[in-house]
DNA sequence: TATATAAAATGACGTAACGTCAGCATCAAG
DNA sequence: CTTGATGCTGACGTTACGTCATTTTATATA
């Protein structure tokens, strides 16, 4: 005969909880005092833990009541439904994380100030419709095009490669008041000139057409890239073209 | 000016949930009617629609009302906190995931009546250690040097530096089978080599201890630094070691 | 202008799983 | 018998609305 601050001690929850469990009927302790209050047994106790594995799986109270009560309950059945219904949350939370991520990297680039901005572009992207993206893209680019495109970086995506071309442009922009010519900025464009040969290789015309696209911002964010600021580009373009020469003497 | 139902239609909620924010003070309608009809401008139908993009990342209403009063909110870090929360919520769901493909499978094997057995067996599983973290940072750095910790990049982290720290070492990761010598990771080296004078300018001694946990995967993961397998290391010391190796002949 | 009808308003109650507080009863020890 | 610790019940609060029930307003037609 255990009393209930114990038994809440054993199963780790609160005494409220067990008493809202004996209340609305989902495990009443084996016997009471003359004066009401509760004593459980070990038996109680087993229950509870189990109770507390299927709420930790997922299930309602109303459901393992329902689950304990009946003899012969279709446990295939409930335990598959269980299963699809974590995997749609799995889901949700996934797109969630998705959503997060670009805005963190819209902040890292864009500072705080540009918060607002960049909720709206990402809003933008990823409203419902996922058609009208297909639509830019096929109007611009062919298919064997499209392949190539997937390799540009694209503002939810996890992968290293990508994950780098964000972070390079951020630092490029943090650094811009170091001038063009400053060894980090340097750095920081020929990791990219790196980049651009080891991923794009051979294909200049692409690059090119690629390059376009990004000066016009409206068609940017229409396609999904990471929108970068005029100022940035004009920067990168002079940071580029010194690199060039010093290549080309040194 | 546009009334509550076609307010609704435009932003996919109820018309309930307009009177209801209106009444938390979330989102007023710009005037009303003499009799008190709600009328909604275009402005507030942007306003709604960032409010479900708030939502949908999964900010509470009381956040988002804190969020779009103030004006100088500390996004970074509500983000920051929101993601942890949601990859919390993702492990969790896996958790769950896994207990519930353990029930199907043992439910299979010992029949339906066995499921008190499986549930049982699964719940052994399922303990609950999440001390320890801060301690084992405490023991092993000293003040002056927990600051530097800072700026090693953390898996949470959204500052374009770190970022790259980790992009960086996903690339190597990827392209570990071109071998130590191969140019596209003598170049993820070299990157390597700047960002290390750049960010960690004569304290070497401490990047040797960084170095030191980096080898051992258990303490790592417990200070919250991107982990990094064995033979990544391995390589990447290998790779090191000829790019030094070439510094110094040519 | 009176009325029929659609649409809007407010208010109350319900949800899940407890937390928190108030006020009173009971238990074990001295 | 007192006292302090523990337990009991009941009520209200939490989130983000859904669901009635009742009443008021806006608009179109006769």
Same mark, same amino acid.
């Given at each position: ?86 995997? $749609?949350?799995? @889901?949700?939370?996934?797109? =969630?994380? +998705? ?7 819209? *902040? &890292?680039?864009? !500072? ?34 499209? $392949?190539?495109? @997937?390799?540009?970086?694209? =503002?939810? +995506? ?7 071309? *964000? &972070?390079?442009? !951020? ?44 000066? +016009? ?34």
């Amino acid at each position: 005969m255990i009393h209930i601050h114990r038994a809440a001690e054993l199963t780790g929850v609160t005494v409220r909880t067990l008493r809202y469990y004996d209340k609305i009927g989902l495990l009443a302790p084996a016997s009471k005092t003359e004066g009401g209050h509760r004593l459980y047994t070990n038996d109680d106790i087993k229950c509870m833990q189990q109770i507390q594995f299927l709420k930790r799986i997922g299930f309602s109270l109303e459901e393992i009541k329902k689950m304990l009560n009946s003899e012969d309950w279709d446990w295939t059945e409930s335990i598959k439904d269980q299963l699809a219904y974590v995997l $749609k949350e799995q @889901e949700q939370l996934k797109q =969630m994380e +998705s959503s997060l991520r670009e805005l963190v990297h819209g *902040i &890292a680039i864009e !500072g705080e100030e540009g918060w607002m901005a960049a909720i709206a572009k990402i809003m933008h992207l990823s409203s419902k419709d996922t058609r009208l993206k297909q639509d830019s893209l096929n109007s611009v680019f062919q298919p064997r095009e499209k $392949k190539l495109l @997937e390799k540009v970086p694209s =503002m939810a +995506s996890e992968d290293p490669d990508s994950l780098e071309w *964000i &972070a390079l442009i !951020g630092q490029l922009k943090r650094h811009m008041g170091a001038g063009p010519q400053a060894p980090r900025i340097q750095h920081i464009i020929r990791r990219m000139d790196e980049k651009r040969l080891e991923n794009f290789e051979g294909e200049d015309e692409f690059i090119d057409q690629l390059w376009e696209i990004r000066m +016009s911002p409206a068609l940017s964010e229409k396609m999904n890239l990471y929108p970068m600021d005029q100022d940035v580009l004009k920067f990168m373009e002079e940071a580029y073209r010194i690199y060039i020469l010093r290549g080309e003497n040194g």
